[in-house]
């Protein structure tokens, strides 16, 4: 028996086995999860019999490896893989979701942004109504029978180019009508600019908002920082509880990040929790080796143990009727994402790009600036469909490392800009990546038995 179809493992006391390709999960007791520990070895009923019979009674024994034997029987146990994934050809791209750069400007100076400060390298600039409206045109154009669409306002900070955001909404609500679509908005912002106008027009107009801070005061004005290199926390507060208490509580995240300098991220998503945030995501930063920011391998362990610290009062605070939502945290086990989007993951370079304020296009907000991933320009409408079939075609069933994972259904084989990031290769999963994020599903599977 190839132990690799199965997960195990114990949390608090709680024993769960994860039968990877069915999706099935099971709490086993000590005796049931021992009784399958020998049979994974390679132990015959009458040698498990032998071996754990006195310690546990032989005729219970028996009864739990018959169990088992059921549950493998009725193909829910030790599944095998009945699916497989082939990209089917295409030249061209269908896309479903577009991260549409208003502004390469920012009014923080973040010391761990990806995005060069907001300016990705390219010098500072907003995008105008024309690109936005040609952005509009060539994600319509290129959604075939797709009715949904999404676009996030990304920056920098997009609120610096808020008159041109409103102009591009108007501009999609015109044109979904001619085309049968639906455009769902969200915006990615740090604050700094919530008004009581902006506010009320984001919660007339967008699905989603997306507000920026990472945590505790000292924690968040380590890293984020005003354009004069102060903290930031102060500035943004109050004006980000007002907006999540303006959404009810819905439909939108807070969003941090942690780096080397706060592994201790469980106080920092309390801390959030604490102050009236209902709906959290604070995630790994992904920086550069040596920086000082950047989580390494030896740095895992204690990581790991912030996130059971974390699903231990996740649960806690749930049963006490005090609950938050926790972004990696929330997994639905009796739908979920069909099988294809499990395969294909995130989608980017093939069913959701980035746009740049030039019309540049990439893969996603990852990878703008990097040369090599510019599939094209809304200007012209000419692609590089070299660009989008290889991330088309990378996925769980093209990478070796996904093939073997217990994880992969979860994740959808990581990030390909982490990838690409760490390795110089999208289909490389990012090690540390990896292992934090089966970290978090492990904890998400035991909140389900508890919760």
């Given at each position: ?18 039968d990877?390709?069915?999706g ?33 009674g ?34 061209d ?8 750069h ?10 761990y ?54 102009e ?18 969200t ?5 700094l ?5 902006i ?14 801070i ?6 968040n ?41 706060n ?121 590089n469909?070299d ?17 073997n ?28 990546g ?18």
């Amino acid at each position: 028996m190839k132990e690799g179809l199965i997960h195990r493992f114990s949390m608090f006391g709680t024993n769960i086995v994860v039968d990877v390709n069915s999706g099935s999960v099971y709490v086993f007791d000590d005796l049931a999860y021992e009784v399958l520990d020998n049979f994974l070895n390679g132990l015959s009923e009458e040698k498990i019999v032998e071996k754990i019979g006195n310690k546990y009674g032989q005729a219970q024994v028996r009864e739990a490896f018959n169990e088992i034997m059921k549950i493998k029987e009725e193909n829910l146990l030790f599944t095998e893989n009945e699916y497989s994934f082939v990209p089917s050809p295409n030249d061209d791209v269908t896309l479903k979701a577009m991260c549409l750069h208003v502004s390469h400007d920012c009014n923080m100076r973040c010391k761990y942004c990806f995005a060069s400060t907001g300016d990705f390298g390219s010098g500072r600039k907003l995008m105008s109504v024309e690109v936005g409206k040609k952005a509009i045109d060539f994600l319509i154009s290129k959604s075939g029978k797709r009715k949904n669409l999404e676009v996030d306002f990304f920056g920098g900070e997009p609120l610096m180019n808020f008159d041109v955001m409103k102009e591009i909404v108007s501009y999609a609500r015109e044109r979904e009508k001619d085309f049968n679509k639906n455009f769902r908005f969200t915006v990615t912002t740090n604050g700094l600019l919530l008004n009581e106008d902006i506010v009320k027009y984001i919660n007339d107009n967008f699905v989603n908002v997306v507000l920026s801070i990472d945590g505790r005061k000292e924690t968040n004005d380590k890293m984020r920082l005003s354009i004069n290199g102060k903290g930031t926390y102060s500035l943004i507060i109050d004006k980000i509880k007002a907006m999540a208490e303006s959404r009810n509580q819905k439909n939108y995240y807070v969003r941090g990040t942690f780096t080397r300098e706060n592994m201790d991220f469980s106080e920092d998503v309390l801390h959030l929790a604490d102050k009236g945030f209902k709906q959290i995501s604070v995630e790994p930063v992904v920086a550069a080796a040596n920086t000082g920011y950047d989580i390494r391998e030896e740095d895992l362990e204690y990581i790991k143990s912030e996130y059971e610290k974390l699903a231990w009062e996740y649960v806690k605070r749930k049963k006490e009727n005090k609950g938050f939502d926790f972004f990696h945290f929330m997994i639905d086990l009796d739908h979920g994402p069909c099988i294809e989007k499990r395969y294909k993951g995130c989608g980017s370079g093939f069913e959701y790009v980035a746009i740049t304020p030039e019309g540049d296009i990439y893969p996603c907000h990852q990878f703008v600036g990097i040369e090599e991933f510019k599939i094209g320009n809304v200007n012209n409408n000419i692609l590089n469909l070299d660009i989008i079939n290889s991330f088309r075609n990378s996925n769980i069933s093209t990478k070796e490392e996904c093939r073997n994972c217990w994880a992969r259904f979860y994740c959808g084989g990581g990030c390909a800009a982490n990838n690409y990031s760490f390795n110089k290769d999208i289909s490389k999963p990012y090690k540390i990546g990896c292992e934090l994020e089966k970290k978090r599903v492990e904890c998400a599977l035991w909140i389900k038995t508890q919760i």
